[in-house]
């Protein structure tokens, strides 16, 4: 196993990135890539390409049709912006290099160049998640979440051994109170990006942002995954369900915002990744029909309000709500 270590005094300390969307993974940078290539989701030209969102995702049209039958924004992003396609057939910007959340079927992507896979045992796993997740613990209220199952000194023992595991020459944990556990800072972690780029989609200046800081926002938004897939802990469903819930309703508001500055292709798929997430949700199909009659497309728009029809009626036996209903035939009047 590889040990999570420091370099001596006076060189440069390698940043640890911790990925959770998508599954446990973390990693150590070299060759001097000590710190991201931006800070607060903000980076110049060089590292987030240059323009602005323009450009169309196959001529501004869905690329492909989902197995429930909606339509999916195409592979190809808006211009500027490069995409690979994964294994699920999800496309994921290239060169996200200012933040840890990248693609998590690139694992070699989540950090900076040079970024090593560090193997980490399954109790270690889940010491970090759980303070990357939850915060600063001490060590008896961390044991007995993760080992509720036995005595407290059976936890403790177990939490003591995942800790001497972790740590070697150095951690990713730090215990500067006594007893009481944290990551280090030296940590960086893909939740914390993502929860950053909602933040500040939802904010009310999102509109008078930086253009790189939206199109980081963009990027992050788009390429977002479920939390730890197949963790079937309670605090892990707590927090999976609240960072989906704020991935969507940040991609609707992104959507709503691009829209607004009549920039339609990542508009729409910003909304059919939303829809992509929740097939089931309705403000998600709303955002994609709005991006349509903002661009005068009543066909496409009815299209995707008839489909969503008939999926919902097929899984729940109900109809979409009377405001969607409005919606679509205000626009047809």
């Not at 940590?187 to 914390?192: F, H, L, M, P």
């Not at 029809?309 to 969607?324: M, T």
Request: charged fraction near 25%; hydrophobic fraction near 40%; include cysteine.
């Amino acid at each position: 196993m590889v040990s999570i270590s420091y370099g001596a005094a006076g060189e440069e300390r390698p940043t640890l990135r911790l990925r959770l969307l998508g599954g446990f993974l973390l990693t150590r940078e070299s060759g001097g890539y000590g710190e991201p290539a931006c800070e607060g989701g903000e980076c110049g030209e060089s590292a987030c390409g240059g323009g602005d969102f323009r450009g169309s995702a196959v001529g501004g049209r869905v690329g492909a049709t989902g197995p429930d039958g909606i339509g999916r924004a195409a592979a190809t992003g808006p211009d500027g912006i490069g995409r690979t396609t994964g294994p699920d057939g999800h496309a994921c910007p290239d060169g996200l290099l200012h933040s840890s959340l990248a693609c998590p079927d690139d694992p070699g992507s989540l950090g900076a160049r040079g970024a090593e896979p560090l193997e980490v045992p399954a109790s270690g796993q889940q010491v970090l998640a759980r303070l990357a997740l939850c915060g600063a613990a001490n060590r008896s209220a961390l044991a007995g979440t993760l080992w509720p199952d036995v005595t407290e000194a059976r936890a403790r023992a177990s939490l003591r051994t995942a800790v001497w595991r972790l740590n070697g020459a150095g951690s990713a944990l730090t215990d500067a109170r006594d007893g009481v556990l944290s990551l280090s800072r030296r940590v960086r972690v893909d939740i914390q990006d993502l929860t950053a780029a909602a933040h500040h989609v939802l904010s009310g200046d999102a509109l008078s942002a930086a253009r790189e800081r939206m199109r980081a926002a963009y990027q992050v938004l788009l390429c977002g995954r479920e939390l730890l897939p197949g963790w079937q802990q309670d605090w892990v469903a707590f927090e999976r369900e609240r960072l989906h819930q704020l991935r969507l309703h940040a991609l609707e508001a992104l959507s709503a915002r691009l829209v607004a500055r009549r920039q339609y292709a990542p508009a729409l798929e910003a909304a059919l990744e939303s829809t992509r997430v929740d097939p089931l949700r309705e403000s998600a199909h709303r955002a994609v029909v709005s991006v349509h009659l903002a661009e005068h497309n009543l066909t496409e728009a009815v299209r995707q309000y008839e489909t969503f029809r008939e999926l919902l009626l097929r899984e729940l036996g109900v109809e979409p709500s009377g405001q969607f209903a409005t919606m679509l035939r205000h626009a047809l009047v």
